[in-house]
T-cell receptor, first 114, second 114 residues
Framework: IAGITQAPTSQILAAGRRMTLRCTQD?????MYWYRQDLGLGLRLIHYSNTAGTTGKGEVPDGYSVSRANTDDFPLTLASAVPSQTSVYFC?????????????FGPGTRLTVT | GESVGLHLPTLSVQEGDNSIINCAYS??????FIWYKQESGKGPQFIIDIRSNMDKRQGQRVTVLLNKTVKHLSLQIAATQPGDSAVYFCAENIQNTNAGKSTFGDGTTLTVKP
């Protein structure tokens, strides 16, 4: 069982370019999340999805969009990248509430916007 | 608003000693708390959780204590090992809200000296 996979592992992107970070889970979890983690800081929620077909905004949604066409995939798109979006991005999933709220995290994508 | 914070950003202990990592939260409505461990270059990993109807929960070499009166929780690691070196995050949740959304603190970096 792979758990959660993210792609790419790292990317250097020119400012103004469009980029989609991929996230796939094989645990059949209903809820999925995208976080960014800046150097030395904790995780900040960008967007989340409670179930396929629904999405919601987190703490720092500006400049990002997501879609949840099916249970397994939750891509994050930067429409026009800016240097302040340089960060490590983590995708996570959790089982349906209320049985459990622990989150399972992917290995992260390190994004540098120049 | 919600905030979760840790008392100390860094903690250094001798191998074999016990470690105590602290976390303060401000939202009295929070009723579910999780500790995560993040090793260098990896995503956070679930360690242990506790719900507000408990004040103590034990796992393998780890214990979480919850004091709702002063809105404080701690993670105790017994016989700390070099493999315990990592960043530790506490996260708070409010059950019966959006499934699995967590508010994370900034983390405490634990360094284990041989």
């Amino acid at each position: 069982i792979a758990g959660i996979t993210q792609a790419p592992t790292s990317q250097i992107l020119a400012a103004g370019r469009r980029m989609t970070l991929r996230c796939t889970q094989d645990m059949r979890h209903n809820a999925m999340y995208w976080y960014r983690q800046d150097l030395g800081l904790g995780l900040r929620l960008i967007h989340y999805s409670n179930t396929a077909g629904t999405t919601g905004k987190g703490e720092v949604p500006d400049g990002y969009s997501v879609s949840r066409a099916n249970t397994d995939d939750f891509p994050l798109t930067l429409a026009s990248a800016v240097p302040s979006q340089t960060s490590v991005y983590f995708c996570a999933s959790s089982p349906s509430a209320p049985s459990s709220y622990e989150q399972y995290f992917g290995p992260g994508t390190r994004l540098t916007v120049t | 608003g919600e905030s979760v914070g840790l008392h100390l950003p860094t903690l250094s202990v001798q191998e074999g000693d016990n470690s105590i990592i602290n976390c303060a939260y401000s939202n009295s409505a929070s009723d579910y708390f999780i500790w995560y461990k993040q090793e260098s270059g990896k995503g956070p990993q679930f360690i242990i959780d506790i719900r507000s109807n408990m004040d103590k929960r034990q796992g393998q070499r780890v214990t979480v204590l919850l004091n709702k009166t002063v809105k404080h929780l701690s993670l105790q690691i017994a016989a700390t090992q070099p493999g315990d070196s990592a960043v530790y995050f506490c996260a708070e949740n409010i059950q019966n809200t959006n499934a699995g959304k967590s508010t994370f603190g900034d983390g405490t970096t634990l360094t284990v000296k041989p």
